[in-house]
């Protein structure tokens, strides 16, 4: 709900080694670097070409409105190939598949920064390959693709420092590190290796954590292609690669930091996963994502400026007197209008690759509104700013079954806000952006999905805890059983609430969601707290009666399980690590 950068789109990013070479991270003069000098390479192709929108679509499930070309080459074995993609037009995707149409290998961005593609791949069987040229955003335009046999001698890794081993114990394999200038370096990042062995058919989560930079992964086959990178989808600027493994064999993990030159601790921790995870894909939360550390309810909201808001105006005596504040809860649409995000707007200043619209809009002080944005085309992400550009609200999705992005927020000093429309996975396409006023007797709970009587819980002695069971009989949000608890929180402390399966089922997996008073999610997690228990670590910023939701990350779950909410030491650092 994957924030500022993005760590990639839910597609498994491979590139490779050479992804830096022609990284604006020039290594610094006089710094211990592992690059060394390159024989000219063989250059197999060099094409000008250009996608246009009557060529055919591309088959990848995720790029099926993109264009794209498909050329034909032979490679042999035993030898490594650069395929690179460049255009000023599109952002590049590269694809390699076999003769026989299997994916081999897939990059959107071969570094941060760059929208161009790059793969490097080494051949185990000679034969005729397919290299498809196809775009991200949908976009025709021309491009220039090239292919260039890497001299012998060529390492597939541009990481070559010697790795460290790790092994699993108790269900997963971590260790602590630091970053500093003693370790090895690749164009002024600097990094650690380890290695770790995956079995094939496997899923593997990997988290690099650090306090101290902006955490970003690599993950690489045995041979050193590059399989997988992230920068923050374990949330915070903390990164997370989900990878399930094709062959078994001692995967190469690289742990660095996302701008040259950053230091610091870190851990890292390579989990198996559950295999009951990967049975549902229509769930929403099992998309790798980078999410910000506090989840706010986000709609997409409609343009009130110029006529429009003069026309509020006149409408405002008409609303006031459709307002009933001992009625059900109602809301009262102010607009709703449908628009286009395009590749050329402005990129957002919290998720950089993604473009924006700013669409100003003036609240009034102590009013709900709803704001909701849908769209087909793109993974909708809403924000909501204040005139001195402070973020006070934002969403991904809206619940745990769409794309779609909602905000519910109160607001408690009336004048000009700001809603930015963007994209979670960096498209571009058509939405609808609607604004409501939400009136009535549960206009405090009109933005959660989660409904019902809650339990109450109340903090003594510095924690509360709930041991109890979520069955059929509980109810449900979209397949998904839940309780709803309440609790008193304080403005200022920070609060740790964790949700752990306490009936040994190796496959009940907790997913936990913090709602502020008004029913606008703050927080969500699925595996912070260990293995698959879920954990949310949150400062109060009011003093109020905050809304806690108890359910699990696959449909249909039941299972006994705790809950238990504990007063962190003053000065304790709130990091939300769910996505």
Do not use: W
Not at 470 to 486: C, M, Q
């Amino acid at each position: 709900m994957f924030q500022r950068r993005i760590g990639c789109l839910a597609i498994c990013l491979l590139f490779t080694v050479s992804m830096f070479l022609s990284s604006p991270f020039a290594a610094a003069k006089g710094t211990k670097t592992d690059d060394k000098k390159k024989e000219p390479a063989k250059q197999l192709l060099n094409k000008s070409d250009q996608l246009t929108e009557n060529d055919e679509r591309d088959t990848h499930k995720d790029l099926t409105k993109s264009p794209r070309k498909v050329y034909k080459i032979k490679l042999s074995e035993g030898k490594k190939y650069q395929i690179d993609l460049k255009s000023t037009d599109f952002d590049a995707v590269l694809r390699l598949e076999d003769s026989a149409g299997k994916e081999l290998a897939i990059n959107d961005d071969f570094m941060a920064g760059s929208f161009d593609s790059r793969i490097v791949y080494a051949i185990t069987k000679s034969g005729e390959y397919r290299i498809i040229a196809t775009c991200l955003d949908g976009k025709p335009g021309k491009f220039t693709l090239t292919v260039v046999e890497a001299p012998a001698g060529t390492t597939v890794s541009m990481f070559a420092a010697k790795p460290t081993e790790l092994k699993f114990k108790d269900g997963k394999a971590s260790v602590a590190g630091e970053l500093n200038d003693k370790s090895p370096v690749t164009r002024d990042h600097y990094y650690s290796v380890l290695t770790v062995k995956f079995e094939a058919g496997k899923t593997y989560r990997i988290d690099h954590r650090s306090d101290d930079f902006d955490a970003f992964l690599f993950l690489e086959d045995p041979l050193g292609n590059v399989l997988a990178q992230d920068d923050d989808s374990g949330g915070g600027f903390n990164a997370r690669i989900i990878h399930k493994a094709a062959a078994t064999g001692n995967y190469r993990i690289i742990a660095t930091s996302l701008k040259a030159k950053e230091t610091g601790k870190f851990s890292l921790e390579v989990v198996p996963e559950a295999e009951k995870k990967k049975v549902d894909p229509q769930s929403r939360l099992e998309r790798s994502r980078s999410e910000p550390e506090a989840l706010a309810n986000v709609n997409s909201i409609a343009y009130t400026s110029g006529s429009d808001a003069q026309k509020k105006k006149e409408d405002a005596p008409k609303k006031k007197e459709e307002k009933k504040a001992d009625g059900p809860t109602k809301l009262i649409p102010i607009q709703s209008k449908n628009d286009e995000l395009k590749a050329g707007d402005p990129k957002d200043t919290k998720l950089t690759q993604s473009p924006r619209r700013i669409v100003p809009i003036e609240l009034a002080a102590g009013i709900t509104y709803q704001f909701d944005l849908k769209s087909k085309d793109f993974d909708a992400y809403l924000r909501l700013e204040n005139a001195a550009g402070e973020e006070v609200a934002f969403n991904d999705d809206a619940d745990l079954s769409t794309l779609d992005a909602r905000i519910v927020y109160k607001a408690a000093k009336g004048g000009e806000y700001k809603i930015i429309v963007t994209s979670f996975d960096r498209r571009a396409g058509k939405f609808n952006l609607a604004i409501a006023e939400v009136t009535g007797k549960s206009t405090l709970q009109a933005g959660s999905r989660f409904q019902g009587k809650p339990i109450e819980l109340t903090i003594k002695d510095g924690s509360a805890t709930y041991t109890g069971d979520l069955t059929e009989s509980d109810p449900t949000n979209y397949s998904h059983y839940y309780k709803l608890f309440t609790v008193k929180l304080e403005k200022g402390k920070t609060y740790r609430l964790d949700h752990r399966d306490a009936g040994k089922n190796p496959e009940f997996d907790p997913y936990l969601v913090l709602e502020s008073p008004a029913g606008a999610p703050l927080a969500t997690d699925d595996d912070s707290g260990g293995k698959l228990d879920a954990r949310i670590t949150y400062t109060a910023t009011a003093t109020g009666t905050y809304r806690i939701i108890a359910t699990t990350l696959p449909r249909n779950q039941v299972g006994r399980f705790t809950l238990e909410i504990t007063v962190q030491l003053e000065g304790t650092k709130a990091k939300n690590t769910g996505k």
